[in-house]
Every structure is written in structure tokens, then in C-alpha cells.
């Protein structure tokens, strides 16, 4: 059979991972992976058990520390990142703590792009110094000022490209390069491009972590996040930082993004699809002063886009000529599109960032990286795109400066 690497994304999204043997003494394969929603396994010899806990490729001992329906999510984001294997995590959070504190289990310095996700800012700028780690943040689209803020104990290079809300870029290449030169280990949040939109990997970059929240499952039914690397990284992530801090997924959340993931690339182009119309008709309107999305010639870094990513994805950030009272007028009138943060959904989502998603980030730094308090973030979902247009231009309409 052909290798599930060689495979189209679609059939890897399908098929990859999932189990060909009978769970029962029966014949009849059952079709979806079935969920083991179960705590512990039963033994029938108390050497059998021992084995199990001495080589756990043996066995399964308890959901803690690894189970079937976790088992086959992580084999198939294994394949569709292109690495050797993969941790389903409890959250996007839980992936990034665990990922962070695997990395730095000895201590040492992070190196991370300036504009991020709140909560891993917070981690890296707040929970980590607790524990005499600190991270120099840099504007990580200037591959040189990765390389001015390595100290000689620089462990970490942590990067979201696109980044959350601002949708700049980093190149990946060249900053996989620098944090190899250095023996560093070099982490990104793929959560906005998904596997779809680029493979980080295949571009030297050591792990990937994802929030599986949003594009991965999809549909907003759960809260899950995903480590993706070489083996020896997630085995040391799994037997220690995520077993004993215990971020696990639950088998019922791993069986639902494993429905969702099955229709990541069909779902993730029409995103694609829709979010250029939207883009499109958002930078043509007289009340927008400018629209962020890196499918436009106008994004700044649109050439590595195209060098870079497969597709640009549905995420658009965008600010209004009235500023924040005329976005805050946008998001009130808005009559299909849901207010509501997170992404990825099948719904179209907008939100407020300064007041929402980073308003826990200080607003002078929010200033410095350019998140200004009228901007909107639209993840755009899978809704008819005349519809979406429709509901934007009437609550537009009252929007002009
Ligand atoms: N990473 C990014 C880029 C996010 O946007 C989010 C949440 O919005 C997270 C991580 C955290 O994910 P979760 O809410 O699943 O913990």
C-alpha cells in the first residue's frame, strides 16, 4: 500500500492513522475509529500489567498516559504535518505549555516573535520568569533581530506565522536556519495556516503546535491543541510534561477532532475561497481605512506568501477610518457574522482584539506592535460569500467616517 506520507492532503485527512484490526474477537472492522472513553485498561497477569508499565508500546495502562482514540488523532497529525509523530494536547494551551516546558526542561532564554497569541504571551512574558526563564521579544520578520537576541543559553525560538491578530509573516527557512546554527529548538503555532496552508516542518522548523479549537475540528465543539515533531521530542513531551502537568485530551474531545479533521482541506479551501471575496470587498469600501490578509498584493509580505504558503487561509484583520467607535458599531450591527473570538469555525466569527483576545496584553505594548483599538479580526467561515458580503455592507453602511 502506498506510504500515507505520498498521499494527497485529502486522503491523508481521510485515511491516515486510523486502525485496520477488529477491537473485538468478531470480524466487521467498525469504519470510524471507535472511542475508548475510558480511564484505565485491565490486565489479566500481573506481569502483563508490569510489562505495560516498564514498555509502554506494549500496552495501554491509563488514558493519562496514552490511549487508542488519542492514538490514532496523533498518527494522523503526524502525517498531515509531515513529522515523525504527534501529542494530542487538552488545548492550544496546553500544547504550547507543554511544548515550551519540554524544550526548556533544563532552563535557558527564548527567543520570540514580539506580536503573539495573548496567553502565550502571558506565558512567556509572566508564568515562565516565575521560574527564572526569560524570553527577548523581537520583531521575528527581521530574521536579524532573531539572530542580535540569542544569548549564549538561548534554547527556544518561538514563532505564529501568520500571527494573531496582525497576520505578519516570518520566514520560516530562514529562521529555522538561524536556530539551527545556535542548537536551538525552534517552535511555531500553525494554528492560523493549518497543514493546509503550509507544512512548517518541511521548512526546518523543529515543532509545531496547534490550537486543533479552530480549523483542525473545525466545527466549535471543542477545545483541543496538537504537538507535532521529531520522535524523541514528543516521546519527552508525553512522558513528562504532559503526563505529569497533565494538559491530556479527553477521548471523546480526540474523537470529535477526528471527525473535523477529515474535512480540513475540503473546508480549509473554500475558507481560502471566501476570504479573498472578503478581503477584496473589505479593501475596496470607502469607510475601511486598510485590510490585513496575505492573499492581497497589498499585504506587505504578499511575495513570501506565495514563496511560503500553499493557501493564505480565512483569517482578515482590517481597521475601520472611524476607529475603534466605528468598529465597535461594525461588530454591533452585524446581523449573520457572530461576535464571538476564536476561529477556524464553519461560522463567520469577528471580533474586537485590543478589548477581547489581547486585552490582556498592556496597551503600550499593543501600541508598539501595531494592535490598534479599532481593529477587527474576521475569521472568515464557510457561509454562501454573498451572504457574508451582505451582512458587511449593511452594518458598513452606517460606518463611514
Ligand atoms: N494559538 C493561537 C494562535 C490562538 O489563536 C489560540 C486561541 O485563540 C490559542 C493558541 C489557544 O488555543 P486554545 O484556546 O485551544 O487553548
Redesign the pocket.
Given at each position: 500500500m502506498t506510504s500515507e506520507k505520498k498521499l494527497g492532503k485529502s486522503t491523508q485527512a481521510i485515511h491516515a492513522g486510523e486502525r485496520q484490526s477488529s477491537p473485538t474477537q468478531k470480524s466487521g472492522i467498525p469504519l470510524l475509529p471507535p472511542i475508548y472513553q475510558n480511564s484505565t485498561f485491565r490486565f489479566t497477569t500481573a506481569a502483563e500489567c508490569a510489562e505495560a508499565f516498564r514498555d509502554e508500546e506494549s500496552g495501554y495502562v491509563y488514558t493519562r498516559w496514552g490511549n487508542p482514540t488519542q492514538e490514532v488523532l496523533e498518527k494522523k497529525l503526524a502525517v498531515l504535518e509531515a513529522g515523525e509523530a504527534a501529542l494530542a494536547t487538552a488545548?492550544?494551551?496546553?500544547a504550547?505549555s507543554t511544548a515550551l516546558l519540554t524544550a526548556l526542561a533544563d532552563g535557558g532564554h527564548v527567543v520570540a516573535m514580539e506580536n503573539l497569541?495573548s496567553?502565550?504571551f502571558q506565558i512567556l512574558s509572566e508564568e515562565l520568569p516565575r521560574f527564572g526563564i526569560e524570553t527577548t521579544f523581537v520583531d521575528a520578520t527581521d530574521p536579524s533581530q532573531i539572530e542580535r537576541a540569542i544569548r549564549p543559553d538561548t534554547k527556544v525560538l518561538y514563532l505564529?506565522s501568520p500571527t494573531?491578530p496582525l497576520l505578519k509573516l516570518i520566514d520560516l527557512r530562514a529562521s529555522a536556519e538561524i536556530a539551527k546554527a545556535h542548537d536551538m529548538i525552534s517552535i511555531i503555532?500553525n494554528?492560523?495556516a493549518t497543514p493546509c496552508g503550509q507544512q512548517p516542518i518541511t521548512l526546518g522548523i523543529d515543532v509545531v503546535?496547534h490550537?486543533?479549537?479552530?480549523y483542525l475540528s473545525g466545527t466549535g465543539a471543542v477545545?483541543?491543541?496538537a504537538i507535532i515533531g521529531q520522535k524523541a521530542f514528543v516521546t519527552r513531551a508525553k512522558e513528562g510534561a504532559l503526563r505529569n502537568f497533565g494538559a491530556v485530551i479527553s477521548p471523546f474531545n480526540a474523537w470529535l477532532t477526528l471527525q473535523g479533521i477529515t474535512t480540513l482541506p475540503l473546508r480549509f479551501a473554500r475558507h481560502c475561497e471566501n476570504a479573498v471575496r472578503v478581503a477584496a470587498f473589505l479593501e475596496a469600501h470607502p469607510a475601511v481605512a486598510w485590510v490585513r490578509y496575505p492573499g492581497l498584493p497589498s499585504h506587505p509580505q504578499h511575495e513570501l506568501a506565495k514563496h511560503q504558503m500553499d493557501a493564505f487561509g480565512g483569517m482578515i484583520t482590517l481597521e475601520l477610518k472611524g476607529g475603534r467607535a466605528a468598529g465597535e458599531h461594525l461588530v454591533d450591527r452585524l446581523q449573520r457574522c457572530a461576535l464571538a473570538?476564536?476561529?477556524g469555525d464553519v461560522r463567520t466569527l469577528i471580533c474586537h482584539p485590543a478589548s477581547t483576545?489581547h486585552s490582556h496584553v498592556p496597551a503600550e505594548i499593543r501600541q508598539q506592535i501595531g494592535i490598534a483599538d479599532g481593529l477587527v479580526r474576521i475569521s472568515v467561515g464557510l457561509e454562501d460569500v454573498e451572504d457574508i458580503l451582505a451582512d458587511l455592507e449593511q452594518a458598513l453602511e452606517s460606518c463611514a467616517p
Open positions: 488545548s492550544g494551551m496546553g504550547v497569541y496567553a502565550t505564529e494573531n503555532d494554528t492560523f503546535v490550537s486543533m479549537t479552530k477545545i483541543a491543541g473570538v476564536s476561529l483576545t
